[in-house]
């Protein structure tokens, strides 16, 4: 009798464990391909399309860093974006 208790926790726990984490990693890939076709249907804007251009781009290939993608990202987009960098001010001007 504590063999089929044993065996009926342990499948317990496996299926308590693994379906969720199943379910999560389903439901993350379709999320991800739903951003994909939405940035594919061009109704993004520019600065939006070179964020996720940047992240498909190295996320495909293996590169991604999200601090380095920023970085990119708020460079290329500076002039559509006022004020992303104040710190980029010369220190001159804010005396």
């Known amino acids: ?3 089929t208790l044993e065996k009926s926790i342990q499948t317990l726990l496996t299926y308590t464990f693994t379906f969720p984490l199943i379910l999560f990693a ?6 991800v391909l739903f951003l994909y076709l939405r940035y594919k249907s061009s109704k993004y804007s520019l600065y939006q399309k ?3 251009k940047l992240v498909f781009n190295k996320g495909l290939r293996g ?3 999200i601090f ?8 290329e987009t500076t002039f559509l974006i006022p004020n992303i960098y104040i710190t ?3 220190m001159k001007q804010l005396k």
Not at 26 to 31: E, S, V, W
């Open 63 to 65: 590169e991604f860093n």
């Open 26 to 31: 389903i439901l993350t890939g379709f999320y």
């Open 50 to 52: 070179n964020f996720f």
């Open 68 to 75: 380095t993608t920023l970085e990119k990202f708020c460079d």
């Open 88 to 90: 980029k001010a010369p």
């Open 1 to 3: 009798m504590g063999s």
